[in-house]
């Protein structure tokens, strides 16, 4: 089984950044990908990025690309999403997730790829 903690939201004017924290625990991490996703008021869950962690490798939905940056921590099984240039339009709960194991890179930017979530954390944008 594999736990998730997300730390990191808050409130923010438009412009500021905020740096989430997504904590991975509960067995040995040898080959996964871990994606975040956010999910606004009465929206569907969306992609934001995903970092696959052996190969380093990642994408971005167009909207964030230039402005969220997603980086790992090998040593604390930790993922970063580093926010900058938030807009009052990023403001959702955001999930971190993983899936384990070699996985086709189209498929993770699906919701329905990743059995592991955590438990979301508020990030709201004031205009």
């Known amino acids: 089984q594999v736990q998730l903690v997300e730390s990191g939201g808050g409130l923010v004017q438009a412009g500021g950044s905020l740096r989430l924290s997504c904590a991975a625990s509960?067995?040995?991490?040898?080959?996964?990908?871990m994606g975040w996703f956010r999910q606004a008021p009465g929206k569907e869950r969306e992609f934001v990025t995903y970092?696959?962690?052996?190969?380093?490798?990642?994408d971005y939905r167009d909207s964030v690309k230039g402005r969220f940056t997603v980086s790992k921590d090998n040593a604390k099984n930790t993922v970063y999403l580093q926010m900058n240039s938030l807009k009052p339009e990023d403001t959702a709960v955001y999930f971190c997730?993983?899936?384990?194991?070699?996985?086709?890179?189209?498929?993770?930017?699906?919701?329905?790829?990743?059995?592991?979530w955590g438990q979301g954390t508020q990030v709201t944008v004031s205009s």
């Open positions: 970092v696959i962690w052996n190969s380093g490798n990642t």
């Open positions: 997730a993983a899936v384990l194991g070699s996985v086709p890179r189209f498929w993770l930017t699906s919701v329905n790829t990743y059995p592991y």
């Open positions: 509960g067995r040995s991490f040898s080959n996964y990908a």
